[in-house]
């Protein structure tokens, strides 16, 4: 199934939360389909971490409302909420107990699970050969882990993660997102998680949903690739007469040169893809040497930046 053919399974409808006279939030929405991890990105007092709680219902919001599946938070709780597994700020157990017994401990307050579903969890996160341990052992990425697969042992639509990798090393970090990214593709369930990672996120997420003062500022499909043959492109020629390029380039239609570099021998031009076997051919024709065309992406900070103009993330 295709992402965009994928059902939503969780919906923000106009979310607004007004402590005093100031709204923390204010008309929030935006969706998550089966199947992909959305990060939620923001900079210092953005709302972020709020518009989670009202999520997940630990504050009520003031105005608007969440679907789960279809169901209300506001209005229908307990069915909605049973849809939504996740981990705010940072997951806790007894300590002194092995993190299986940890998992019946949860199985026994939640009907329904059974002892398969707390193998395939288990399984799904790489911890079948720590369930004996005692939990006071395990690692922090491991508790983490174990945090995920107690979210997931009632088979819910959506995962929801406040800051997972907070504290983790690289290691754990790239074991972090190689978990999460199984769990969406394997079980189909869609991740909501925030942030302030942006390199993390970049390599993790789906889509990224921007907000800004409590206000929504956009959406980000990440990894597009830009297929199309009329799609414009930023692209940089690296060549042996940089100069003379950029006279031939200059000549031809359809092509904006954004900048040179002589030192380089880099020129840089927004141009349509399908003008660049022509570039290649006029350039050649004239015995000029082509060592390398790059296509010129910005990283999720540099656009990340340019959304909240200049703000910082956290």
């Not at 996740?86 to 059974?114: A, H, S």
């Not at 697969?149 to 997102?177: C, F, K, W, Y």
């Not at 990440?222 to 940089?236: F, I, Y």
């Amino acid at each position: 199934m295709k992402e965009q053919e994928a059902p939503v399974v969780l919906s923000v409808k106009q979310v607004t939360k007004t402590i005093g006279k100031k709204n923390i939030v204010e008309k929030l929405s935006f969706d998550i389909r089966r199947g992909e991890i959305v990060g939620l990105l923001g900079p210092n007092g953005a709302g972020k971490t709020t518009t989670i709680r009202m999520i997940v219902g630990l504050i009520k919001m003031s105005e608007g409302d969440v679907l789960l599946k279809g169901q209300s938070i506001r209005h229908n709780f307990t069915k909605a909420i049973s849809h939504i597994g996740g981990i705010i700020e940072n997951p806790e157990f007894y300590p002194y107990m092995t993190g299986y017994d940890n998992l019946k401990q949860y199985q026994r307050m939640t009907p329904g699970i059974t002892e398969e579903r707390i193998r395939e969890v288990t399984k799904l996160v790489g911890l079948e050969g720590a369930m004996k341990k005692r939990v006071k052992a395990y690692s922090l990425g491991m508790r983490q882990r174990l945090g995920i697969a107690q979210a997931l042992l009632h088979d819910p639509s959506v995962l929801i993660l406040d800051e997972p990798t907070n504290g983790l090393d690289p290691a754990g970090i790239r074991e972090m997102r190689d978990y999460l990214k199984r769990i969406a593709s394997e079980e189909g369930i869609a991740v909501l998680v925030s942030s302030h990672l942006l390199a993390e996120m970049e390599q993790m997420c789906n889509r990224v949903v921007v907000i800004q003062e409590g206000k929504f500022v956009t959406e980000s499909t990440l990894g597009e690739t830009h297929e199309a043959e009329t799609e414009k492109v930023n692209v940089t020629f690296r060549v042996d007469d940089a100069e003379l390029v950029k006279t031939k380039l200059e000549q031809m239609e359809d092509i904006r040169i954004l900048g040179l570099s002589p030192e380089r021998n880099e020129v840089m031009v927004a141009v349509r893809n399908k003008a660049i076997p022509q570039i290649v051919a006029a350039l050649g024709a004239e015995g000029i040497g082509i060592y390398r065309i790059e296509e010129i992406k910005e990283s999720l900070e540099d656009e990340f930046l340019k959304w909240t103009g200049g703000n910082q993330i956290a």
